[in-house]
């Protein structure tokens, strides 16, 4: 049985899945943390807020238990299975991956904004790399979903880690996927870090010492 929509009451919350109650059976969903936070404010239990949510269902030979991970928008839905088309993705991954809104992870995709993707917990240059190969040219239509009133947008430090990057590869000598990581770590350790020289001063801090 294929799922691809589910609509009913939140019977249960945990910190990456809900349980929804739909004519008396609870579905198991996963949610990546941009879908989770929009459950924060909402009721669980008997008697539980109603939801909604597009669903994407995922069952294989090696994954034998269906996997059913859910969204607020159909657009979400369809970028995440263009994601896990990616090698070295698959459904698990992609869940724990997909920490932005998806608008600014295709822009970066289309932009071919490496420095970006690697600010990702869990996502390295290689992957970022890859990413970007694979989808390119496919995710221009994600990047215009329009984002909630009051959402914090990331692209100022995107351009910033874009030009920390550019620097030290173009003038500094470093290799891509090197600079990538340094920078990577950088914004790890210190997120606050919100222009060009705060981030040289972060990606260098450590040689120093």
């Not at 004519?23 to 459950?39: E, K, M, N, Q, T």
């Not at 600010?119 to 390295?124: A, P, S, V």
């Given at each position: 049985m294929m799922i691809s929509y589910l609509e009913g009451?939140?019977?249960?919350?945990?910190?990456?899945?809900?349980?929804?109650?739909?004519?008396?059976?609870?579905?198991?969903?996963?949610?990546?943390?941009?879908?989770?936070?929009?459950?924060?404010?909402?009721?669980?239990?008997?008697?539980?807020?109603?939801?909604?949510?597009?669903?994407?269902?995922?069952?294989?030979?090696r994954q034998p238990r269906p996997m059913l991970i859910g969204f607020n928008k159909e657009a979400e839905k369809e970028f995440y299975e263009l994601f896990i088309t990616v090698g070295d993705i698959g459904p698990t991954k992609a869940v724990k991956l997909i920490t932005l809104p998806i608008h600014e992870i295709a822009r970066a995709v289309e932009e071919r904004n490496a420095p970006f993707l690697v600010?990702?917990?869990?996502?390295?240059p290689k992957l970022a790399d890859k990413i970007i190969a694979h989808l390119y040219g496919k995710v221009g239509k994600y990047a215009l979903i329009k984002e909630p009133a009051g959402a914090k947008r990331t692209s100022e430090?995107?351009?910033?880690?874009?030009?920390?990057?550019?620097?030290?590869?173009?003038?500094?000598?470093?290799?891509?996927?090197?600079?990538?990581?340094?920078?990577?770590?950088?914004?790890?350790?210190?997120?606050?870090?919100?222009?060009?020289?705060?981030?040289?001063?972060?990606?260098?801090?450590?040689?120093?010492?």
């Open positions: 009451k939140l019977f249960k919350k945990e910190e990456n899945r809900v349980v929804i109650l739909a004519h008396g059976v609870g579905y198991d969903v996963f949610l990546p943390s941009i879908v989770r936070h929009a459950f924060d404010e909402k009721k669980a239990g008997a008697d539980g807020d109603e939801v909604k949510l597009y669903i994407s269902y995922y069952h294989s030979e600010q990702i917990k869990g996502l390295g430090k995107e351009d910033i880690a874009h030009q920390v990057l550019d620097v030290m590869v173009r003038q500094l000598g470093h290799k891509k996927s090197e600079a990538m990581k340094m920078i990577q770590e950088a914004l790890q350790r210190n997120p606050e870090a919100d222009t060009p020289e705060q981030v040289f001063e972060e990606v260098y801090r450590s040689q120093k010492q």
